[in-house]
C-alpha cells in the first residue's frame, strides 16, 4: 500500500503583540500550516534559521530588533533570501523604513484593514494554495 504524506506549509509568525501572534496562531493552524511564532525580531531570525519557513509573517515595530533589521539577516542566509516575507504592520507604507523596498518584501498588509481571515486567504495566494 502506498502512503502519501502531504507535506506542511511551514510559517513563521514575527510579532510582539502575544494577543495578535497567538490569533494567528491559531488562524493558520486552523488552516492546516505548521506555525511557528516570534515575539521579536532577534529571535524570529534565530526561529527561522532552525524552522526554515515558506513563508513569514514579519511586524515592523518590535523590542529587541526591528522587523527591517530581522529582514535584512533574513535576506543574507542562503534558506532566507528567496523566502516571501509580507509585512504585517499598522504602519502605514509611507511610513515603512525605505530599506523594504530593496530587501524584496512579497506585499504590506497593514493589520487594521484586514481581517485575520483574509490574512490567511493572502498569505495562500501568495503560496499558490488554493482553498
Known sequence: MLVIIKKMTKIAIIEDDQVINQMYRMKFEAAGFNVATASD??????????????????????????????????????????TPVIILTNLGEEEAPKTLRTLGIHSYIVKAELTPSQVVARVQEALGISK
Open 41 to 82: 525580531g532577534e529571535s524570529g531570525v534565530s526561529m527561522c534559521e532552525k524552522f526554515k519557513p515558506d513563508i513569514i509573517l514579519l511586524d515592523l515595530q518590535m523590542p529587541h530588533m526591528g522587523g527591517a533589521e530581522a529582514l535584512e539577516l533574513i535576506r543574507k542566509s542562503t534558506w532566507g533570501a528567496k
